[in-house]
């Protein structure tokens, strides 16, 4: 079968640093993204990593590590409005994007 | 430019009843995706469409399930004989090509079956 794990949750507080981590377990893999989903809002995208290594966009950085079938996103500086719920997906075999079950973040003052 | 679009954003419904979900992506691009999300749950991939096309069927959870997508652009999701396990929010996506993994996602529509 296909799987992602991540935490269920996370909580942080205002301006520290968060590693939202993401397994996975596919048939075929071209690359993991990471969404952002606000309540009662679509997903957005934050990134995508199709070669092992960081990428960095502003305050968020994703990590993909193939051999390990392992990757993070990884928040800075955290604000308040990052409260949401974050989904790693796995663009696999037949271009299928599986999402995982998502990680509610709780930014706290 | 405008985003993808979906309607109805709200439909309640009999068990038993089809509904039709209607998706239109972001103009030029040839990928669109449809998904489920039901409460505080993850995203379920139902279909995928390259242009008019669908490779790959085998998300769409029974086959009261089905999806179009004509002219390379509008796309509708068809729910035959609706039941209470299909209340969900159907989300739809569309990104510039396949592999391309930046989708840009609609509003949704919330389906309710009574």
């Known amino acids: 079968g296909q799987s992602l794990e991540q935490p269920s949750e996370v909580t942080a507080v205002e301006g520290a640093i968060v590693q939202i981590n993401c397994t996975y377990q596919?048939?075929?893999?071209?690359?993991l993204s990471w969404y952002q989903q606000h309540d009662g809002g679509a997903p957005t995208f934050l990134s995508y990593?199709?070669?092992?290594g960081l990428e960095e966009t502003g305050r968020f950085s994703s990590f993909l590590s193939r051999s390990d079938s392992y990757g993070y996103l990884l928040l800075q500086e955290l604000q308040m409005k990052d409260s949401a719920s974050y989904f790693c997906?796995?663009?696999?075999?037949?271009?299928?994007?599986?999402f995982g079950a998502g990680t509610r973040l709780f930014v706290k003052a | 430019g405008a985003g993808v679009s979906q309607s109805p954003s709200n439909k309640v419904t009999e068990k038993g009843k089809d509904v039709e979900l209607r998706c239109d992506p972001i103009?030029?691009?040839?990928?669109l995706y449809w998904y489920r999300q039901s409460l505080g749950q993850g995203l379920e991939f139902l279909i995928y469409?390259?242009?008019?096309?669908?490779?790959?069927k085998s998300g769409l959870p029974s086959d009261r399930f089905s999806a179009e997508r004509t002219g390379g652009s509008v796309s509708t999701l068809t729910i035959q004989r609706t039941q209470q396990e299909d209340s969900a929010v159907y989300l739809c996506?569309?990104?510039?090509?396949?592999?391309?993994?930046?989708?840009?996602f609609g509003p949704g529509t919330r389906l309710t079956v009574l």
């Open positions: 990593n199709g070669l092992d």
């Open positions: 103009s030029g691009h040839t990928a």
């Open positions: 996506a569309s990104s510039l090509q396949r592999g391309i993994d930046e989708q840009f």
């Open positions: 469409f390259q242009g008019n096309s669908a490779p790959d």
């Open positions: 596919t048939s075929g893999f071209y690359g």
């Open positions: 997906a796995v663009l696999s075999g037949g271009f299928k994007t599986i």
